[in-house]
T-cell receptor, first 109, second 113 residues
Framework: GQNIDQPTEMTATEGAIVQINCTYQ??????LFWYQQHAGEAPTFLSY????GLEEKGRFSSFLSRSKGYSYLLLKELQMKDSASYLC??????????FGQGTELSVKP | KAGVTQTPRYLIKTRGQQVTLSCSPI?????VSWYQQTPGQGLQFLFE???????NKGNFPGRFSGRQFSNSRSEMNVSTLELGDSALYLC????????????FGNGTRLTVT
């Protein structure tokens, strides 16, 4: 079956670093995506990993280990505007994109 | 480039009625996917269309259906509405490469009373 797990909630302090983990078991694998969704808004694309390793994009980095079925999103120099839900999603072999439940991140001053 | 456009933004329907939601993808995108988002279940995959053909389907009952037109615009229909169908319905389009991300519209908020 398919299963994507991430923590439900996390809290961090402005200026700090936070790591959001995601583990997955899916039917085939064609890449892992991270999305950000602010309350009342549409999800927006953050990053894509298909090979093992770290992808860095400004304050955001994403890591993938295919053998472990594991990814994380790293957010550095946290800002208040980073308070949002972070969604991990896996593109299965057949092409459909399956999402985890999302991690609600609260950034406190 | 204009983003993904969904209409209407809000909809209130009564149990037993049916509803049709519309989605216009980003120009040049031929793949359109639909998702249902609820607080308890997160984003649940409904179906994906590519060049007017359903390419993938999620685990929803047959009351949920969709189609795609030759201009890539898509509609989804829900018949015999139930209270549990109240949700945010999101449409997303993407390019043809396997690493192309989904670009989401702002969704249609459906309330069934």
């Amino acid at each position: 079956g398919q299963n994507i797990d991430q923590p439900t909630e996390m809290t961090a302090t402005e200026g700090a670093i936070v790591q959001i983990n995601c583990t997955y078991q899916t039917s085939g694998f064609n890449g892992l995506f991270w999305y950000q969704q602010h309350a009342g808004e549409a999800p927006t694309f953050l990053s894509y990993n298909v090979l093992d390793g770290l992808e860095e994009k400004g304050r955001f980095s994403s890591f993938l280990s295919r053998s472990k079925g594991y990814s994380y999103l790293l957010l550095k120099e946290l800002q208040m505007k980073d308070s949002a839900s972070y969604l991990c999603a896996v593109r299965e072999g057949g092409g459909k994109l399956i999402f985890g439940q999302g991690t609600e991140l609260s950034v406190k001053p | 480039k204009a983003g993904v456009t969904q209409t209407p933004r809000y909809l209130i329907k009564t149990r037993g009625q049916q509803v049709t939601l519309s989605c216009s993808p980003i120009s040049g995108h031929r793949s359109v996917s639909w998702y249902q988002q609820t607080p308890g279940q997160g984003l649940q995959f409904l179906f994906e269309y590519f060049s007017e053909t359903q390419r993938n389907k999620g685990n929803f009952p047959g009351r949920f259906s969709g189609r795609q037109f030759s201009n890539s615009r898509s509609e989804m229909n829900v018949s015999t509405l139930e209270l549990g169908d109240s949700a945010l319905y999101l449409c997303a389009s993407r390019g043809t490469q396997v690493n192309s991300p989904l670009h989401f519209g702002n969704g249609t908020r459906l309330t069934v009373t």
